[in-house]
């Protein structure tokens, strides 16, 4: 039974077609469905739930890049909803004016930087507590989300989300975390062990060795 409903879902030309896939308890069910990410949905007739359909379909239509979505929502005549892809953020103010509303969605999820201390190069280095605070220390988190982001973004202060989840948010966090944007806090703790610090130019171990006011550990000297 397994391989056959394996094979069958492994079908996806048939998915709109198949009498498996009929069985539905929603308010929705699906009607079309292609490989290339099109699919549509019509109410679904015997559902007896509240919250009827007031639609009379539903259609995802994929598009094959951010400008063509864009050129669509400029148009005014196609979509009644999409997504405003991240590179045209800045195009939130023009769609609204031309009788768009624009909502934020947040994602309850984190990102990180996953350094990797195996590196033939810099692995030793990474590898210190010291040097990754300085590296957190030197992330502009709010210019990030202000410049890349265009303000629809989270500025990740900590393990919890503040845009999504913001009431389980610590006060640190919300405050700008342990590690808010300061080069010269930077400075200051890469100085304290060891390093001379020479802002746009080379920063170098001055003083290898493992003692608490020292580079630590991998000699000889290293500069980056």
């Not at 919300?174 to 400075?187: H, L, Q, T, V």
Request: hydrophobic share 30%; with cysteine; proline share 11%.
């Amino acid at each position: 039974m397994y391989a056959f409903l394996q094979k069958q879902g492994g079908d996806m030309t048939t998915f709109a077609t198949n009498p498996l896939w009929k069985v539905v308890d929603g308010p929705w069910t699906l009607s079309a469905f292609r490989t290339d990410g099109y699919y549509s949905y019509v109410p679904n007739k015997n559902y007896s739930g509240p919250d009827k359909p007031v639609l009379s379909q539903v259609i995802e239509s994929p598009f094959t890049t951010d400008t063509s979505e864009l050129n669509v929502l400029r148009s005014g005549n196609t979509l009644d909803v999409g997504g405003l892809p991240l590179n045209d953020v800045k195009q939130a103010s023009a769609l609204q004016a031309e009788g768009y509303s624009v909502a934020s969605i947040p994602v309850p999820g984190v990102a990180g930087i996953i350094p990797n201390f195996y590196n033939a190069s810099v692995g030793t280095e990474l590898s210190q507590l010291y040097i990754r605070q300085a590296l957190e220390d030197l992330i502009n988190r709010p210019q990030i989300v202000s410049k890349v982001y265009g303000g629809y973004a989270d500025p990740g202060n900590g393990p919890v989300p503040l845009t999504a989840t913001g009431p389980w948010a610590s006060p640190l966090e919300k405050s700008g975390g342990p590690y808010p944007f300061s080069p010269s806090k930077a400075s200051t703790l890469l100085q304290a062990h060891g390093w001379k610090v020479v802002p746009n130019g080379k920063t170098v171990c001055q003083s290898p060795g493992t003692g608490p006011s020292q580079c630590g550990p991998g000699s000889p000297p290293v500069s980056r």
